[in-house]
């Protein structure tokens, strides 16, 4: 047998991993729904006396409802078994939260839920993202039932995620697909500190999940009416104004109702009525979006918010955009600055090799946020020490200020030091 001949046999096909085992219902089966209060009080008693983390996950009703409020909560807790707590009929859980004030509250995304569960009294002081543990371990899929299937092997079914979470009661399979999704919470938990531990980046991911935890709730935005979709085709500032006063007059039906913004008049019905201006409760009704029993019933509404805008006076127009706070857009700098957008460049490539070579998505080893703001106003002397500070001030961790501040400051420095020669030479 030649040797070329040896190697080819000795080749074995890659081994095919084992198909993940279905997880079809929680080991104690579906709890009954907490929806009083001696059951609260009884929960709250078997979570207090639990021990270690508690997994806990949330259910809304976006695009049905009006906000982000929660209308199911998952817990579970070794000791205390898994409970699903409805806060539309228990909407004060603060004894619940107190309860369990003191544990790590393990949540998958936790941005996501951690406002519609303050909304209910339940604040945590320390927490584990396993998404953003995933994103940092440098996993390629971060959606639960991508991290449950990859490090633990068992697949969760995800039909009922987009259900309407408000429909009372809620049926029996949503209510399973809601306990399985705390049932490996912890588990999957537990297998992800050890590979960050592995990985040498679990002081960083406590340090992110430190700063989640201590967020303060996010500004409210202004001018909200500016993310109607398809706003880029309104260019007239009175057109604009016909967009403002249609998106408050739909936002106060849709508190009034509490039904999502969308399903009393979706934003394209916004920007056609903006664009065409209709004079009339016909010429409003003949136009795409206004077709609905609900549209059609509150004609008057929409036509009275147009009339507004229509009569408000120049000085009272919105402004074509909002000004604009920080850099500019980056695309521009070229011709405002040619010497920032160097250093943007230099910045966003030393950040991607820092990035590759801890294997670390480059948006979570440094805000691009923060990249622009230091690459259009760095400090004078551009030392390690002085972008650290600014870093800093911006709300960087100190992971991330260490690994940054210094090529950060070797890029800049080098700019400098080529600008001062080529100034010198000429």
Known sequence: MTDASFE????????????????????????????????????????????????????RASGYRYGQRAYLIQLRRAGAGSALVDPAACPDLSALGAAIVDAEWVLHAASQDLPCLAEVGMVPRRIFDTELAGRLAAFP?????????????????????????????????????????????????DELEATLTEQGKL?????????????????????????TSGLHRVRRRRQLAIVRSLWQA??????????????VIPDTAIVEAALNGPASVAALLALPGFTGRDSRRQAGVWLAAIEQARALPEAELPMST???????????WTDKDPAAAERLTAAKTAVAAIADEHTLPTENLLAPDYVRRLAWAPPSAPSADAIGEVLREFGARPWQIALTAP??????????AHAANGTAGA
């Open 250 to 263: 739909r936002d106060t039906v849709a508190r009034q109702k509490d039904v999502s913004p969308g399903r």
């Open 8 to 59: 080819t046999s000795s080749e074995l096909p890659a081994p095919v991993p084992p198909a993940p085992v279905p997880l079809l219902a929680p080991r104690e089966g579906v709890p009954p729904v907490v929806a009083d209060p001696e059951a609260l009080a009884e929960t709250v008693a078997a979570f207090a006396a639990g021990a270690g983390p508690v997994a806990v996950d949330a259910e």
């Open 407 to 416: 090529a950060l400051s070797g890029a800049f420095l080098r700019l400098a």
């Open 141 to 189: 899929r971060v959606g639960l039932g991508a991290m449950v299937e990859t490090v633990l092997g068992f697949s969760l079914e995800k039909g009922h995620s987009a259900v309407d979470w408000s429909t009372r009661p809620l049926p029996e399979p949503w209510l399973r697909y809601a306990a399985l999704d705390v049932e490996v919470l912890i588990e999957l938990r």
């Open 203 to 227: 002081d960083w991911a406590l340090q992110e999940f430190a700063a989640i935890a201590a967020a303060p709730p996010p500004a409210p935005r202004v001018d909200p009416w500016r993310r």
């Open 322 to 332: 909002l000004p604009h706070e920080g850099p500019p857009p980056a695309r521009a």
